[in-house]
């Protein structure tokens, strides 16, 4: 956990860094108050937008992965369902308009080196729409598996899993992906949608 002088959001007394008792690792505690501060997974989302066997991919502009090839995604805000998040950062990184009842769990991972829980998404729409984008996004494309850009692709160890897309996209056959990721492995499984 990474520990920095912080003040408790109960009552802004200075916080100390202690096991708590029954816990195994350590947390911030207000010792005033008595509030633990949980160090957890943030939540990320994107979503795979698929139209003509071809999927939409953004050239991240920003820091973490700038200049790299991701979906669209980013995080989910407080007060925001995950649905929700993924309609949002749809429409921030391309211009183009979702629908929450479009979207269907896809992708789901843990990626434990930089302590996020990733939930993807998939839409399809009828046909390719020209993106636009954001500060966050330099460019936009639609890659299909002979042109996708695997050496620019955010997170090479996926490119198995995202050839995968590939195959459901060509079959019409879905599944739902799950995987645990960090520096040193990848470890996925999926499950056909039946």
């Given at each position: 956990?990474?520990?920095?002088?912080?003040?408790?959001?109960?009552?802004?007394?200075?916080?100390?860094?202690?096991?708590?008792?029954?816990?195994?690792?350590?947390?911030?505690?207000?010792?005033?108050?008595?509030?633990?501060?949980?160090?957890?997974?943030?939540?990320?989302?994107?979503?795979?937008?698929?139209?003509?066997?071809?999927?939409?991919?953004?050239?991240?502009?920003?820091?973490?992965?700038?200049?790299?090839?991701?979906?669209?995604?980013?995080?989910?805000?407080?007060?925001?369902?995950?649905?929700?998040?993924?309609?949002r950062e749809t429409f921030e990184e391309t211009g183009i308009v979702?629908?929450?009842?479009?979207?269907?769990?896809?992708?789901?991972?843990?990626?434990?080196?930089?302590?996020?829980?990733?939930?993807?998404?998939?839409?399809?729409?009828?046909?390719?729409?020209?993106?636009?984008?954001?500060?966050?996004?330099?460019?936009?494309?639609?890659?299909?598996?002979?042109?996708?850009p695997v050496n620019e692709y955010w997170m090479p160890k996926l490119?198995?899993?995202?050839?995968?897309?590939?195959?459901?996209?060509?079959?019409?056959?879905?599944?739902?992906?799950?995987a645990k990721v960090n520096e040193e492995e990848f470890q996925g499984?999926?499950?056909?949608?039946?």
């Amino acid at each position: 956990m990474s520990i920095q002088t912080q003040y408790c959001k109960r009552c802004a007394n200075k916080m100390s860094c202690i096991v708590p008792e029954g816990d195994t690792l350590s947390r911030l505690l207000c010792g005033k108050c008595g509030h633990i501060e949980y160090d957890s997974p943030i939540p990320v989302v994107s979503t795979i937008l698929i139209a003509e066997e071809k999927i939409l991919l953004v050239r991240r502009a920003i820091e973490p992965y700038k200049g790299k090839w991701a979906p669209p995604g980013g995080f989910a805000e407080k007060g925001e369902a995950l649905t929700e998040a993924a309609v949002r950062e749809t429409f921030e990184e391309t211009g183009i308009v979702i629908s929450e009842n479009v979207l269907t769990p896809f992708f789901i991972s843990s990626i434990t080196s930089i302590n996020q829980y990733y939930i993807c998404f998939r839409a399809h729409l009828d046909h390719r729409v020209e993106p636009t984008f954001s500060p966050e996004a330099s460019d936009a494309s639609w890659f299909g598996r002979s042109d996708f850009p695997v050496n620019e692709y955010w997170m090479p160890k996926l490119i198995s899993t995202v050839m995968q897309i590939f195959d459901c996209i060509e079959s019409k056959e879905f599944k739902i992906f799950l995987a645990k990721v960090n520096e040193e492995e990848f470890q996925g499984r999926s499950f056909s949608i039946t």
